[in-house]
C-alpha cells in the first residue's frame, strides 16, 4: 500500500519533516512527547514512528507483520518470560457453615 507523504514544519524544533498522517511534529518531538524525556523504551520508537507518520511504506509493513505475530502470540525474537497467573481461590466450606449455623 502506497503511503502518501507531505513536507511539513514541526512545530516542536521547526525542522522540516515529512509526515504520512499529518503529524504537526517530528519523529524525534514525538519521541519527546511519548517518554517525557525519560530513556525510551523499545515500543516507543515504534510508537513515535507511527503517530508521527515518518514511517516508510516498507517499515510500516514490517512493523504490522511484528504486531501481527505478536498478536498470534508467535513470538518472532526471544521470549519475553511473561506468565499468567493463576487465581489459586478456593471455596471455604467451614467458613459457610460457620456462618450460616451461629449458636
Ligand atoms: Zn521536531
Avoid at 21 to 41: F, Q, V
Avoid at 64 to 71: G, I, K, R, V
Wanted: proline fraction near 2%.
Amino acid at each position: 500500500m502506497a503511503l502518501h507523504f507531505v513536507s511539513k514544519v514541526c512545530v516542536g524544533c521547526g525542522n522540516g519533516f515529512q509526515t504520512s498522517n499529518n503529524s504537526d511534529k517530528c519523529y524525534n518531538c514525538t519521541l519527546d512527547d511519548i517518554t517525557h524525556g525519560n530513556p525510551p523504551e523499545e515500543g516507543d520508537f515504534n510508537t513515535a514512528r507511527i503517530v508521527s507518520g515518518t514511517l516508510s511504506a516498507q517499515e510500516r509493513n514490517y512493523l504490522q507483520q511484528d504486531l501481527e505475530s505478536a498478536e498470534l502470540g508467535r513470538t518472532t525474537e526471544e521470549d519475553t518470560g511473561d506468565e499468567e497467573e493463576d487465581d489459586d481461590w478456593e471455596y471455604d466450606e467451614n467458613e459457610d457453615a460457620r456462618l450460616g449455623h451461629e449458636g
